[in-house]
Structure formats: C-alpha cells, structure tokens
C-alpha cells in the first residue's frame, strides 16, 4: 500500500461503497465536502488520487477541481458524477481531470481506473 | 289587382330570396369564383323576376316577351355556374368555357329572334306560358348536359377535399341539384301540362342552403359576423310575427264558423301562444346557438373552462418531464449504493460489519428512492387542495433536488438564505405549492446565463411567512412585468404562457400574496407571502 485515495462525496452510500471496492486496496481518505477535501489535501501527504463527486452542497465539484488544480497541478482527479453530459464531462476535463466516471458505476471500472493510475 | 297564383308566389320567393344572396355574394365575394357565382345567383334572380312576371300577367300580347326575357336568365344559369366549378377545381380550359359560352350566345340570339318560343298558350287556366320550338327541345338537352357535367366535376371535388371544404362542397352540391331539379321542372309545362311547374318552389331551398353555408362554413372565404343579438332579435320578430297572424287567423277562422268574432276565442288563442311563446323562444335561441355560435353562452365557458384544464395539465406535463430527469440522476446514486452493497454480499455475508452497513445503507437508500418516486407521484397525479402543515424548507429542498439536474447543466448557483427557525411551516398544499414554486425557478433557470445565481431567503413576519425568489437574470422590462400573471402571455418560443398565471392562482387560492420586482439586465425577485 503506497499512495491514498481521497474519496469526496456527500452521499454516504457513495462513500460506503467506494470504501467496499477500494478499502481492501488502498489507504482510503473520505471526506464529505469540498472544504474537507481542500483541508485534507493541505495537510496529508502520499495522496496518490482524488475520486470527486460534482454536485455536492456549498462548494461544487467543478470549482473544487479549479482549487486542487491550483494546488496540486499534477495530481490525478477523477470525476465519480451521475450526469452523463457531454458539456459537464468536457467542462471536468478542460479543468484538468483524469477521468470521469458515471453512476451507477460497476465495481470493476472503477478499480480498473485507480489501478490505471495507481500503479 | 294583382292575383297571385303559386307559379308567381314561388316567383316572388326566387326574388326574395336571391337579391340578398347576390348583394352579399357580389360585396364580400374577393375571388374570381366568387364573382362567377354572384353572376350565376343574378341569373336565377333574373328567373325569379321573370316567372313572377308571367305568373301575374294575364296580356296574351306581353307574354311571349316575358318568356324571352325570363329564358334569357334561365340560358345563362348552367353556363356561370359550370364556369364557376371549373375555377374551384383549377380547370383552366378555355376551349370548355368557349364551348359553353357560344352555345349560351347562340341560344340568348335565337330568343330574341323568336326562334325557340312561338306563340304564347294559357295554361293550368292560371297564366301564359309559351309554345317551343325544336330549337328549345334542343336548348333543354344542353342545359341539362352542362348541369349534369358541372356536378359531376364537383363531386370528384367533393371526393378530394379536407374535411371543412368539403361540408362546403357537399351543401353547395345539395343545395344545387334542389335548384336545378326545381328549375327543371320549370321546361315541362313548355311541352305538356300535365306538370305544374311548382318545381319552382324548391329553387329558393337552394338559395337558403346556400346562404346557411356562407354562414356557417365561409363558402367562396366569404365570413360574415353574425351579432348573436341580431339574429336573436329576427327570430323573436318571425315568431312574434307569427304568433299575431295565428291570432288574427284563429279569430277569423272561429267568426267563419260560428258567424261572429269571441274575444273569447281570440284570448284563448292569445293565452295558448303566450304559454307556449316562451318555450319556444328559448329553443330557438339554443338552435341559433348550436348552429352559428358553437353553442350557448353557459356551453361556451364550459368549453373554455376545459381548455383552461387541459392547458393547466399541458404544463404541469412540462414539469413533471423536467421533474422526471431530476429525479432519474437523483435515484443514480442510492442506485449505486445498491448495487455495489447487492456485488459484494456474497462474499462479505459473514462479515457482521458489512451485514450491519448493509441493513443500514441498504434501507436507507431504498427509502430515498421511494421518497423521490412518491414526490414525483403526488406532483403528477391530479388533486384537489389538500392543506396540510408543510415545512416550507423542506419543500424548497426536494424543488431543488430536483432541479439540481437542470442547475449543474447550466452552472447555476444556489444561495439558501433560510430563516433561523428550522421547521417553519404553514398550512398549505404541499403538491399546489411544489407547482407554484416550480415556475417560477423554471422561468429563473430559462432567464439565467452561465454561473447565474438564484437565492432563497424565507423569513418569518408577523402575519406572513415571507419567501423571496431571487435570479441574476436578464430580467422582464416594465411594459411585460405588468402582464407577468396573465394568462397565456409569454416571451418564450416554446412557452404556452401559463406557468406563473398557475403560480398566480395557486398563492391566491392559499390566501397568499405574491409579487414581483425586475430590472432590465440585474434580474428579478420573486416576493411571496402565505399565512402560516
């Protein structure tokens, strides 16, 4: 086990089954909000990935990508969203994310993913 | 003077009937076919001034004139007439015009040159009639050629046409072979006289026909307003016409039999035609209503009402289709829930965490969707107003779940400005209000640009729960906020205008109040006061 995923999603069962595909793999950071995830982001070390949600309450996904960006130019973020649009898709890449994956999502593409970028 | 046996009576009636049908035919008639048909009504006219005339005259010395004269009508009805259905059909033929129009010329020449009607002849020991030539046999078969070939043609029209065209084409064709079986009728009596030409009686049927097509269906596009008070006032002036010479003719018929007048008699009749005078009326107005007004005035706003339902129900269909796209991202996620839990379960089902999280997530989610479904059930199915206590955040949110679809698409933000107290409530139908609020979010997210911002504020006010729905969009000037609530009013290409006026009507049947402010360019605040 190296780097952690940081899991941001407002949707406990999100939460809960990204922890059930991911925890028995990966150091996994949840957080529930934009703002947790910038904190966490600030002050942990070895964050390997970002699995981020878009809509989320006080701060949206998009403008939380902007931020991380900002901090971590390199650092691989992927969209884990139920809107299946073209425009929010191109929108989350042109911000600089890795990859974008919609809900319901299987099991196995999103191991398939991290482990694309988690090597 | 004048006597006045039944061939110059249906004379008369052909005159009456047929000025007024010209008149209005030449004034509102625009087209070319208008025109030949106001000339095919001349000539039946022209008939009708003719027949009345050789039915009054008793001067053998006048009456082979008078038949030339009225023949010279009769030569040209056919002739207009067939020109008239060839340019309803789009038949441009010249040749067929020319054929028909130097036969009529030949035959208007031959009258007048004496060649068709000999010597005049007294018969049914009523009036002159004339003595014909082979000539007239001949002008007989060539009238009855271009009357047959004419409605042959229309009803090949008839067979082709949309359907309000062809309640034209049909009356028209009805009314026609009436006329012309009537008039037909009218050559008999040149050749033998065993028919009397009360054949003449039916051409004014078709003028009738035709007029209540004119009426009705626009025939030749001629539209006449009809003043719903006008053709009251004729009818209540036929029957009250009617009703005194029923009176005078009781008292008459009675001072026949018994010898003198009954005032009696006469006020019996009098009070018989009074009671039933009334009844009468009324059936005539709803007859009239039926016939030219679609139906009465009670019938009409019934109709009205309805379409103001089924428009209602259009846009609440609208709703509930963006309603439905909301809640098919907001299941996706309790969805996943599932399915990764219902993925692993085979495996982990001896792990005691996992088993409680499952139980736990697991219903949790399943509530959230039955949660949603149900919302968008009670949105859709229609009720009557159900007032209930109603946490007015609550509702504000499950609006917003909804519309978080429609919101992240067009990156609009949403600020929550609620009032402190957390479960402020008012008494309200919680489906009505879902409906009002809809749209005016709904006409917020259509005037919002890119990163737009809407903003709730709820405050609690002494009497009024006060909401506010404010938008950064381009805003409604002045001249279009003052109709805002009005139905049917809209700015949208796709809107049916109906939206807020429903808005309108549901604070209103809440006792509330609502109200709007907008600048050009800066946006616009919805305010809304209900009691709570």
Redesign the interface.
């Known amino acids: 086990m190296s780097k952690k995923i940081l899991i941001c999603d407002d ?4 939460r ?2 990204l922890k ?2 991911l925890g028995d793999y990966y150091n996994l950071i949840i957080t529930t909000d934009g703002m947790q995830c910038l904190d966490c982001l600030k002050n942990a070390e070895d964050i390997g990935l970002i699995l981020l949600d ?2 989320m309450p006080k701060i ?1 996904g ?1 403008d939380i990508l902007k931020q991380i960006k900002k901090l971590c130019p390199s650092l691989p973020v992927i969209i884990v969203t ?2 299946k ?1 073209v ?2 898709a191109t929108e989350a890449v042109k911000l600089g994310a890795s990859g974008y994956i919609v ?3 299987k ?1 196995e593409e999103i191991l398939a993913t991290t482990q694309s970028i988690i090597k | 003077m004048i006597q006045l046996n039944p061939f110059a009576i249906s004379g008369l009636l052909i005159i009456i009937t047929y000025l007024p049908l010209f008149l209005l035919i030449l004034f509102k008639g625009k087209t070319r076919a208008a025109r030949l048909f106001a000339l095919h009504i001349f000539a039946i006219f022209w008939w009708g001034v003719g027949s009345f005339w050789i039915g009054i005259n008793k001067n053998e010395l006048i009456a082979l004139s008078l038949m030339k004269f009225a023949y010279i009508g009769v030569i040209f009805i056919p002739v207009f007439f067939y020109d008239f259905v060839l340019e309803i059909i789009n038949n441009n033929s010249k040749l067929i015009r020319s054929i028909f129009y130097a036969q009529a010329i030949y035959f208007l020449f031959a009258t007048l040159t004496n060649k068709i009607f000999l010597y005049p002849k007294w018969i049914f020991h009523s009036f002159y009639y004339t003595s014909p030539s082979i000539i007239f046999f001949f002008s007989f078969i060539i009238w009855l050629i271009i009357v047959s070939l004419a409605h042959i043609q229309l009803i090949q029209f008839y067979r082709n046409i949309y359907p309000k065209k062809r309640e034209q084409i049909l009356l028209l064709c009805i009314g026609t072979i009436i006329g012309f079986v009537g008039g037909t009728l009218n050559f008999f009596p040149q050749f033998t006289e065993i028919i009397y030409p009360y054949g003449n009686f039916l051409i004014p049927f078709h003028s009738v026909i035709l007029m209540f097509t004119i009426l009705k269906y626009q025939l030749l596009d001629i539209s006449v307003v009809i003043k719903k008070s006008i053709a009251y006032s004729i009818l209540i002036a036929i029957v009250s016409i009617s009703y005194l010479l029923i009176v005078v003719l009781a008292e008459r018929f009675f001072q026949g039999i018994i010898g003198y007048s009954s005032i009696l008699v006469t006020t019996f009749t009098a009070f018989l035609l009074g009671v039933i005078f009334f009844p009468l009326r009324n059936k005539i107005q709803y007859f009239i209503d039926r016939l030219f007004f679609q139906g009465s005035t009670i019938e009409i706003a019934q109709q009205n009402e309805l379409l103001r339902q089924e428009l209602i129900r259009s846009e609440k269909l609208k709703s509930i289709a963006t309603l439905a796209s909301g809640i098919a ?2 299941i ?10 219902a ?2 379960l085979p495996r982990k089902k001896d792990d005691d965490a ?1 088993i409680n ?1 499952f139980s736990r ?1 697991v219903k ?2 399943v509530d959230r969707i039955d949660h949603l479904v149900h919302q968008l059930l009670d949105f859709a199915k229609p009720a009557p107003l159900q007032p209930r206590p109603v946490n007015i955040h609550e509702l504000f949110d499950d609006i917003l779940d909804f519309l ?2 429609e919101f ?2 067009r ?1 609009i ?1 949403i600020q929550k400005n609620y009032d402190s107290n957390t479960a402020l409530s008012i008494h309200a139908d919680p489906v009505q209000l879902k409906q009002a609020f809809l749209n005016i979010f709904l006409n917020a997210i259509d005037a919002l640009a890119a990163d737009g911002k809407i903003t709730i504020t709820t405050t609690l006010k002494e009497i009024w729960v006060e909401i506010m729905i404010q938008d950064t969009g381009c805003g409604i000037s002045k001249e279009d906020l003052t109709h805002i609530f009005d139905p049917f009013f809209t700015k949208k290409d796709h809107g049916t205008g109906l939206g807020l006026s429903v808005t309108h009507g549901i604070i209103k049947q809440h006792q509330g109040q609502i109200h709007v402010e907008s600048v050009v360019g800066k946006g616009t605040k919805f305010t809304i006061k209900l009691p709570p």
């Open positions: 949707e406990e069962g999100i809960e089954s059930l595909i878009i809509k949206n998009l139920g809107y649009s425009e929010t809900k319901p999502f099991s | 991202h907001e996706k996620n309790p969805l996943t829930a599932l399915k990764t839990f993925e692993y996992f999280k997530i949790s989610e978080n679809n992240v698409k990156k933000n």
